[in-house]
T-cell receptor
């Protein structure tokens, strides 16, 4: 089954404790992206990657890092989480030649206390 | 910059009612337009899309027409069901851009 998976689905952590949210897709997509969803703001892009070892900032990259060492994986790293990073996070992927439809993972709900 | 504005929610309707969720956009070029749906506890799923002016996207009884003259992409359904309860997002993507620009989402609740 074609899908984007994220782990963990739920995470409660404390300020300053480094964490990683994993994202994996099995569709051989070149493009992957991270979004955060906040009430009243819709989804905003954090980072994206056009291919292995190619990443770039989205609209709200502050406080986040990403890496793309393999085509299927695109982890999101919060090196020193803060309460304003409490949010619902979505990973997405798409084929670079398949228009602009993106396929989304199930989401990771992060709470930073 | 590009932006998407959706009607304020939440929206509550009775089963079999007619649904309209308004969406207007601002874009510098000729974007593709999308409606995504988010069911409780799940990720976003593409509901329908339109890639050029006057295109009509449709799926599961939902429709939306790309109106360039009014920069709109309103979502409609003739007879909603309880199972349509979800959050609906309007979004656009410009050619060559590397992201979707989302509206704020509209929560729809359908009562039996």
């Amino acid at each position: 089954e074609a899908q984007v998976t994220q782990n963990p689905r739920y995470l409660i952590t404390v300020t300053g404790k480094k964490l990683t949210v994993t994202c994996s897709q099995n569709m051989n997509h070149e493009y992957m992206s991270w979004y955060r969803q906040d009430p009243g703001l819709g989804l905003r892009q954090i980072y994206y990657s056009m291919n292995v070892e190619v990443t770039d900032k989205g609209d709200v990259p502050e406080g986040y890092k990403v890496s793309r060492k393999e085509k299927r994986n695109f982890p999101l790293i919060l090196e020193s989480p803060s309460p304003n990073q409490t949010s619902l996070y979505f990973c997405a992927s798409r084929d670079s030649t398949d228009g602009y439809e993106q396929y989304f993972g199930p989401g990771t709900r992060l709470t930073v206390t | 910059g590009n932006s998407v504005t959706q009607m304020e929610g939440p929206v509550t309707l009775s089963e079999e009612a007619f649904l309209t969720i308004n969406c207007t956009y601002t874009a510098t070029g000729y974007p593709s337009l999308f409606w995504y749906v988010q069911y409780p506890g799940e990720g976003l799923q593409l509901l329908l899309k339109a890639t050029k002016a006057d295109d009509k996207g449709s799926n599961k009884g939902f429709e939306a027409t790309y109106r360039k003259e009014t920069t709109s992409f309103h979502l409609e359904k003739g007879s909603v069901q309880v199972s349509d309860s979800a959050v609906y997002f309007c979004a656009l993507s410009e050619r060559g851009a590397q992201k979707l620009v989302f509206g704020q989402g509209t929560r729809l609740t359908i009562n039996p």
